[in-house]
């Protein structure tokens, strides 16, 4: 008899993208353009996407073109997460995974009725920053999974006794919305189309519009007269007047601690980077009190069978569209799972294929991000934030952390900044040569497209290992790697957070990006691991197959 062992969601976690279109964002996949112009770089392609009736039934197809907005409004990014069963049977007690389905919970005995979901989404970044619960809003649903109706998320504060909730029930955040597809009746190649199941069970979660809501108060402020990275007095003359938040979405209270939140104050805790809300950089950094319909949370589907309950668990990002989709990040969520839950990866003349295709991937994706980088005003800001009274300390064979970072005086990590850029910009314009605006991001795209071959990089590799080693940051150490009680001079293999040294921007690779804590970014632990294993499996090889010196017998 099938024995029921686990219950899970595909994918287990999805980023939504939000946007005020009524039509969904349909699907596509990062592909290489092939054709005789396109120097294998990064596209798009569309792909099997899902179009969903009145009824909540679904219809694949594959789109002609991607449309990212109908007018002057984005199209949401909005993911649809699959059941699945983890089935066991027979003596041996194999396990497979199957697609849940009306037939298979029909042979299990049971059904749709017996399918509930809970939504949970919510947005407490100014709880985060105010310690307050009652500056988060939180939106709950539970559906049946014989409800195929589109359930919206409105989202309101939780609060107590003695506190004012930032949203009042009354006038709700719209946070997106939730719908159970209604699965098609049948099973076989009858309801497979384009690869899709139609009878699998599955849920979709659409983002909200991409609005900001703020108090009656927030009417219009200017925007901030700082450069990023630079501060300056509150006396100074605010920039541009704009709109805050529009009319009709000027419903928060505005006597809560969120109105009158000011960064950095004694005692408290603020998240990286601090100056990430409205009215910071402005008059005296006091908030406006404004937040925004992003969210996160979880979806979960319960099942009885057979007197066991079985609980499935997917967790929703609703983040703010994607700027570049045809470009692809180096370090990603991804990423950073794998570099999480992932063993190292192995690195030896067995996968040496593999490795290749890895390494080259990776230095790919370092150059699409290049493309989209001002290094120039990177750079300014990283001076900036570096600058302190008194300055802080370097250690001999470590990059400038000055106004050297990445000039012909930041030897011997420099390379290409003294040939590329000259000595300076005044003989440059002197000499008749016109003036580049953003000459570190150019150049930045210079060193990093060859690197896009990948028998150009191995040659690199295997030319400029030392170099290379050098100029890669090191990620911060895993546990086992770390001292009891580091010392001020940083470990040239990894970096301590206790090392002041450490947190600070110099010109290493990646160059003057910040992590999600505001410290100098860096590829992951397993990346890195991977980058200079290969290095050194490239050394072997050419070690072994230089001809052999003669004896002097």
Same mark, same amino acid.
């Given at each position: 008899?099938?024995? $029921?062992?686990?219950?899970?969601?595909?994918?287990?976690?999805?980023?939504?993208?939000?946007?005020?279109?009524?039509?969904?964002?349909?699907?596509?996949?990062?592909?290489?353009?092939?054709s005789t112009h396109g120097a294998h770089q990064t596209v798009i392609k569309p792909a099997v996407t899902l179009k969903v009736a009145a009824d909540g039934s679904v219809e694949p197809y594959i789109p002609n073109e991607i449309r990212f907005r109908d007018g002057d409004q984005l199209r949401p990014a909005a993911p649809f997460f699959e059941l699945w069963l983890k089935i066991q049977s027979g003596p041996d007690g194999e396990t497979r995974d199957e697609p849940a389905t009306p037939s298979?919970?029909?042979?299990?005995?049971?059904?749709?009725?017996?399918?509930?979901?809970?939504?949970?989404?919510?947005?407490?970044?100014?709880?985060?920053?105010? *310690?307050?619960?009652?500056?988060?809003?939180?939106?709950?649903? #539970? $559906?049946?999974?014989?409800?195929?109706?589109?359930?919206?998320?409105?989202?309101?504060?939780?609060?107590?006794?003695?506190?004012?909730?930032?949203?009042?029930?009354? *006038?709700?955040?719209?946070?997106?919305?939730?719908?159970?597809?209604?699965?098609?009746?049948?099973?076989?190649?009858?309801?497979?189309?384009?690869?899709?199941?139609?009878?699998?069970?599955?849920?979709?979660?659409?983002?909200?519009?991409?609005?900001?809501?703020?108090?009656?108060?927030?009417?219009?402020?200017?925007?901030?007269?700082?450069?990023?990275?630079?501060?300056?007095?509150?006396?100074?003359?605010?920039?541009?007047?704009?709109?805050?938040?529009?009319?009709?979405?000027?419903?928060?209270?505005?006597?809560?601690?969120?109105?009158?939140?000011?960064?950095?104050?004694?005692?408290?805790?603020?998240?990286?980077?601090? &100056?990430?809300? &409205?009215?910071?950089?402005?008059?005296?950094?006091?908030?406006?009190?404004?937040?925004?319909?992003?969210?996160?949370?979880?979806?979960?589907?319960?099942?009885?069978?057979?007197?066991?309950?079985?609980?499935? =668990?997917?967790?929703?990002?609703?983040?703010?569209?994607?700027?570049?989709?045809?470009?692809?990040?180096?370090?990603?969520?991804?990423?950073?799972?794998?570099?999480?839950?992932?063993?190292?990866?192995?690195?030896?003349?067995?996968?040496?294929?593999?490795?290749?295709? #890895?390494?080259?991937?990776?230095?790919?994706?370092?150059?699409?991000?290049?493309?989209?980088?001002?290094?120039?005003?990177?750079?300014?800001?990283?001076?900036?934030?570096?600058?302190?009274?008194?300055?802080?300390?370097?250690?001999?064979?470590?990059?400038?952390?000055?106004?050297?970072?990445?000039?012909? &005086?930041?030897?011997?990590?420099? &390379?290409?900044?003294?040939?590329?850029?000259?000595? =300076?910009?005044?003989?440059?314009?002197?000499?008749?040569?016109?003036?580049?605006?953003?000459?570190?991001?150019?150049?930045? *795209?210079?060193?990093?497209?060859?690197?896009?071959?990948?028998?150009?990089?191995?040659?690199?590799?295997?030319? *400029?290992? #030392?170099?290379?080693?050098?100029?890669?940051?090191?990620?911060?150490?895993?546990?086992?790697?770390?001292?009891?009680?580091?010392?001020?001079?940083?470990?040239?293999?990894?970096?301590?957070?206790?090392?002041?040294?450490?947190?600070?921007?110099?010109?290493?690779?990646?160059?003057?990006?910040?992590?999600?804590?505001?410290?100098?970014?860096?590829?992951?632990?397993?990346?890195?691991?991977?980058?200079?294993?290969?290095?050194?499996?490239?050394?072997? #090889?050419?070690?072994?197959?230089?001809?052999?010196?003669?004896? =002097?017998?």
């Amino acid at each position: 008899m099938d024995r $029921v062992v686990e219950m899970y969601f595909l994918p287990p976690i999805a980023v939504a993208r939000v946007g005020g279109s009524d039509t969904p964002l349909e699907a596509f996949v990062w592909d290489t353009d092939i054709s005789t112009h396109g120097a294998h770089q990064t596209v798009i392609k569309p792909a099997v996407t899902l179009k969903v009736a009145a009824d909540g039934s679904v219809e694949p197809y594959i789109p002609n073109e991607i449309r990212f907005r109908d007018g002057d409004q984005l199209r949401p990014a909005a993911p649809f997460f699959e059941l699945w069963l983890k089935i066991q049977s027979g003596p041996d007690g194999e396990t497979r995974d199957e697609p849940a389905t009306p037939s298979l919970l029909a042979h299990l005995g049971v059904s749709t009725k017996n399918l509930q979901f809970k939504v949970a989404v919510g947005n407490c970044k100014a709880e985060r920053r105010t *310690r307050s619960p009652a500056c988060s809003f939180i939106a709950r649903l #539970e $559906v049946r999974g014989t409800d195929h109706g589109r359930k919206p998320l409105l989202a309101v504060s939780p609060y107590t006794s003695g506190e004012t909730p930032l949203v009042a029930p009354e *006038r709700p955040i719209p946070l997106g919305s939730f719908q159970v597809m209604k699965p098609a009746a049948g099973s076989g190649p009858e309801v497979n189309q384009l690869g899709v199941d139609l009878s699998q069970i599955r849920v979709r979660f659409t983002p909200a519009r991409g609005e900001v809501y703020g108090p009656p108060e927030a009417i219009a402020g200017p925007s901030s007269p700082v450069q990023p990275g630079e501060i300056v007095p509150a006396a100074a003359l605010p920039g541009k007047i704009y709109e805050i938040v529009p009319e009709r979405n000027r419903i928060l209270n505005s006597e809560t601690p969120w109105s009158t939140y000011i960064m950095d104050e004694k005692g408290q805790t603020d998240p990286q980077p601090c &100056d990430s809300y &409205d009215g910071a950089d402005v008059g005296n950094w006091q908030s406006w009190g404004v937040v925004d319909d992003t969210c996160d949370g979880t979806i979960t589907a319960e099942l009885v069978i057979r007197g066991v309950r079985f609980v499935a =668990n997917a967790r929703v990002l609703s983040g703010v569209p994607d700027f570049a989709p045809d470009r692809r990040p180096f370090v990603s969520l991804a990423g950073d799972l794998a570099d999480r839950q992932l063993p190292p990866l192995e690195v030896s003349e067995k996968t040496r294929r593999d490795t290749s295709t #890895e390494i080259a991937d990776l230095f790919s994706r370092v150059f699409e991000t290049a493309t989209l980088m001002n290094l120039d005003a990177q750079r300014y800001k990283a001076v900036l934030i570096n600058t302190n009274d008194p300055p802080p300390p370097n250690y001999p064979g470590l990059p400038q952390i000055g106004d050297g970072m990445m000039t012909k &005086d930041d030897v011997p990590y420099v &390379d290409l900044i003294p040939v590329e850029l000259g000595s =300076n910009k005044v003989e440059q314009e002197s000499d008749g040569v016109p003036f580049r605006p953003l000459p570190y991001t150019d150049v930045a *795209r210079v060193a990093h497209a060859p690197l896009t071959d990948e028998i150009s990089l191995q040659d690199f590799l295997r030319t *400029r290992a #030392e170099h290379v080693r050098r100029l890669i940051r090191p990620p911060y150490g895993r546990f086992w790697q770390l001292d009891q009680a580091p010392g001020k001079v940083p470990n040239p293999r990894f970096r301590d957070s206790r090392v002041s040294r450490d947190s600070l921007h110099d010109m290493r690779m990646p160059p003057f990006m910040r992590d999600s804590d505001e410290n100098p970014l860096s590829l992951t632990w397993r990346d890195y691991d991977a980058l200079m294993r290969y290095i050194a499996l490239l050394e072997a #090889e050419d070690a072994a197959a230089a001809p052999s010196q003669p004896s =002097n017998d």
